[in-house]
């Protein structure tokens, strides 16, 4: 793994963050779901110096478990979920090739990683200097939308999608990144979707949903919002909050089998 450090300063403890890459040698990590055996996937540790911990004497579990620092896996399609892009920018390697067993990859995966890199580093900065307002304006609009719809081409994946499905959802995809989030969350709330997460989530959410439907609400608690992922098929409910009693209440709904909507 490569790791990038971070000196304390004063009583703050600041994490060492170290990734890493390989073929998924079974099928026992999950992700959003389990991460199949050979599967490409990238790894994340968020570590903490032992002595630099604030722990009492007798929160030693605590400190093992910390100190233990232990990699969380994700698929290649879902990692630059993982976080927010400012923070991708600001934690990734320079380089995907720093990352520990990247030259264990065959060279089209290398390729691949290297292709999200860019789109999660972003561009090479540019030299300071004046700029017309209109010239920022005019590269700004511009580059978004293409970075966006690179990094969703980069990170879609097929799934349980057939070959019409996939193709139908990667080109709505594209195009919605183009979106403001603001008119893809109106969309979902239109058709009572789920409306929290990154504008790639909500782009595929909307894509999908207009490719195969709308998901229904939960059969067993009736209130929680289905969700659904592509990789395995799976419906699930993750709960609702009650608003009477002011508490989360977990539903543990899961099936293969649902019947959508109309959009």
């Known amino acids: ?15 060492t963050h170290s990734f890493s890459v390989e073929y998924a040698k079974s ?9 199949v055996k050979e599967s490409l996937r990238v790894g994340y540790c968020r570590e903490m110096e032992e002595n630099d911990l604030p722990l009492k004497e007798n929160d030693r579990d605590a400190r093992n478990i910390i100190a233990a620092g232990a990699v969380r896996w994700h698929h290649f399609e879902c990692f630059p979920r993982m976080k927010g892009a400012k923070w991708m920018s600001a934690n ?10 990247f030259k264990n990859l065959k060279k ?15 561009g090479k900065p540019t030299k300071p200097g004046k700029r017309k307002a209109t ?29 019409a499905q996939f193709k139908k959802v990667s080109a709505l995809e594209g195009e919605l990144m183009q979106q403001s989030n603001s008119m893809l969350v109106k969309e979902l709330q239109k058709n009572d979707q789920p409306r929290t997460g990154k504008k790639e989530e909500l782009a ?14 939960c059969p067993k608690c009736e209130h929680g919002q289905i969700h659904w992922s592509r990789l395995g098929g799976w419906f699930s409910c993750p709960g609702y909050f009650d608003r009477e009693k002011l508490v989360q209440k977990r539903c543990y709904f899961r099936s293969k089998e649902m019947k959508r909507k109309a959009w």
């Open 135 to 163: 010239e920022m304006v005019g590269a700004t609009q511009a580059k978004k939308p293409a970075k966006g719809a690179k990094l969703s081409k980069l990170t879609s994946v097929q799934g349980v999608l057939t070959a």
């Open 27 to 35: 099928s026992m990590a999950t992700c959003r779901v389990k991460i």
């Open 92 to 101: 990734l390697p320079e380089s995907p090739a720093m990352l520990q067993g």
């Open 108 to 122: 089209g995966d290398q390729k691949k990683l290297q292709d999200l890199w860019k789109a999660l580093k972003g």
């Open 204 to 217: 595929s959410r909307v894509a999908e949903g207009r490719v195969l439907g709308a998901l229904p609400s």
């Open 1 to 15: 793994r490569t790791s990038i450090h971070f000196e304390p300063s004063g009583s703050t403890v600041m994490p």
